[in-house]
């Protein structure tokens, strides 16, 4: 089975290269391919034997599209809608990965699929949109939902900034007690999405990230720790003295039920799965030297 997979390059795309195997292989889309542009994306269907496509792009820059939305309309919503349209005439499945913030996070009980989207930021809007249109134009489609990505090989992500910030001063680190989400490897993630494809579920909305919810303030505690630096270098703060261009939702647990009854591999714990790949975090990528445990 051969997967197409756009949005190869960034964190969750790099994880789906990493993770091809014999029996799956994953083809990346080049960078060149705008996914909002209807005829380069025909062009390379037409020019590949696939059998199913990966949409893993995204625009994901969270402040950034609450300044200028436009670039968030264009990959989150347009581009989505673009793939489905052409994976549906060529009767291609199509997995489209999308986010927790496209629900306001008011909620004390985790969310489940069929639970109101409300947005609380033009990101969010984006990606909602996207998925409504790829569920309206391809009745096949699956829609992944998942929540705080990381991966040690990309350096865009929260366990990357704060080891930047751990390792440049000694001064306490503010990090925000009142948002909470699931952070996620992406590597467990795409483990996931290409266990999903063959399995052929019903279509629709899948929630797919670690168990149990974490504050960031929680997180960033884990991850010092796990680094050989003391719980009080992270400072307890709240979002309404950490200010931000977008709002983030406060409380998003994603309910991953539906995606455990299909009988595939069960996601860990959110900190079961960062003591397992903590190693990669604790070895300096440039230098290779290990830092930080002292
Ligand atoms: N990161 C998170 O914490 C998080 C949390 C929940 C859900 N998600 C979702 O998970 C998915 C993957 O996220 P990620 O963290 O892997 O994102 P990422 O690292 O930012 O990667 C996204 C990739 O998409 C590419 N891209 C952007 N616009 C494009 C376009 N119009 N056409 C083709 N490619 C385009 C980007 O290329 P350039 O860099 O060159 O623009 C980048 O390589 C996204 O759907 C995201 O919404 C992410």
Redesign the pocket.
């Known amino acids: 089975m051969e997967v197409l997979v756009?949005?190869?390059?960034?964190?969750?795309?790099?994880?789906l290269r990493a993770c091809a195997g014999e029996t799956l292989g994953v083809i990346p889309?080049p960078?060149a391919?705008?996914?909002?542009?209807r005829t380069a994306v025909a062009e390379l269907l037409d020019g590949h034997r696939v059998d199913a496509v990966i949409?893993?792009?995204?625009?994901?820059?969270v402040d950034a599209a609450e300044v200028d939305p436009m670039?968030a309309i264009?990959?989150?919503t347009?581009?989505p809608a673009t793939l489905a349209l052409s994976c549906r005439e060529r009767n291609l499945p199509l997995v489209?990965?999308?986010?927790?913030?496209v629900y306001r996070g008011d909620q004390p009980l985790a969310y489940r699929e069929g639970d109101a989207c409300d947005p609380v930021s033009a990101?969010g809007i984006s990606?909602l949109a996207?998925d409504l249109l790829v569920c309206d134009l391809h009745e096949g489609a699956w829609v992944v939902?998942?929540?705080?990505?990381?991966?040690a090989a990309?350096s865009?992500?929260?366990p990357h900034r704060l080891r930047a910030q751990l390792q440049a001063h000694t001064r306490p680190i503010p990090v925000v007690t009142d948002v909470v989400?699931n952070p996620?490897p992406?590597d467990l993630?795409a483990e996931a999405i290409l266990e999903l494809i063959p399995a052929a579920p019903a279509a629709g909305v899948y929630h797919v990230?670690c168990r149990e919810p974490a504050s960031k303030y929680d997180w960033a505690v884990v991850i010092a720790e796990s680094l050989g630096y003391p719980a009080d270098r992270i400072e307890p703060t709240d979002s309404t003295r950490y200010r931000s261009a977008a709002r983030r939702p406060a409380y998003v647990d994603l309910d991953c039920g539906r995606f455990r009854a299909l009988g595939l591999t069960v996601l860990p714990t959110w900190q079961e799965a960062w003591q397992a790949g903590a190693d990669a975090y604790r070895r300096d990528p440039t230098t290779a030297v290990v830092w930080g445990v002292t």
């Open positions: 756009f949005g190869a390059a960034g964190q969750l795309g790099s994880a889309a960078r391919v705008d996914i909002a542009d949409n893993a792009a995204a625009m994901t820059h670039p264009r990959a989150n347009a581009g489209h990965v999308s986010t927790e913030a990101y990606k996207g939902r998942t929540s705080w990505l990381y991966s990309s865009s992500n929260f989400g996620t992406a993630l990230c």
